[in-house]
């Protein structure tokens, strides 16, 4: 089975499992502010469940890449959208500042 470290948590997982799902399942702060309130509960929309993801996950999609490609995000960064990403092996997650997680301060680590 899969391993998510995120935010000081190893969270094994089944395989093609939603990395939005299991960080809010196992208590991670996904959501940075008031977008833990106002936020599109995972239609890949709204963008503010950006992460960086390491390891083995799902190509990105349409919704996702379409997403990042509008303002505060950019296509050209590392970022994800953990509601439209498959973990698919082992991963490392980290959250960034910002309402959509787009900052370049680190909120958390894999590690903490």
């Known amino acids: 089975m899969p391993q998510v470290v995120a935010q000081g948590k190893l969270i094994e997982c089944e395989s093609k499992a939603n990395l939005r799902k299991v960080l809010l399942n196992n208590?991670?702060?996904?959501?940075?502010?008031?977008?833990?309130?106002?936020?599109?509960?995972?239609?890949?929309?709204?963008?503010?469940?950006?992460?960086?993801?390491?390891?083995?996950?799902?190509?990105?999609?349409?919704?996702?890449?379409?997403?990042?490609?509008?303002?505060?995000?950019?296509?050209?960064?590392?970022?994800?959208?953990?509601?439209?990403?498959?973990?698919?092996?082992d991963v490392k997650v980290t959250k960034f500042d910002g309402f959509w997680g787009q900052g370049s301060q680190l909120v958390w680590t894999p590690e903490g």
């Open 27 to 89: 208590c991670v702060d996904l959501y940075n502010g008031g977008s833990h309130v106002i936020n599109c509960r995972g239609l890949g929309s709204c963008g503010t469940c950006a992460v960086k993801v390491e390891g083995e996950v799902s190509v990105a999609n349409w919704r996702d890449q379409k997403r990042r490609s509008l303002p505060p995000h950019s296509p050209t960064t590392d970022l994800r959208l953990a509601c439209q990403t498959q973990v698919l092996g």
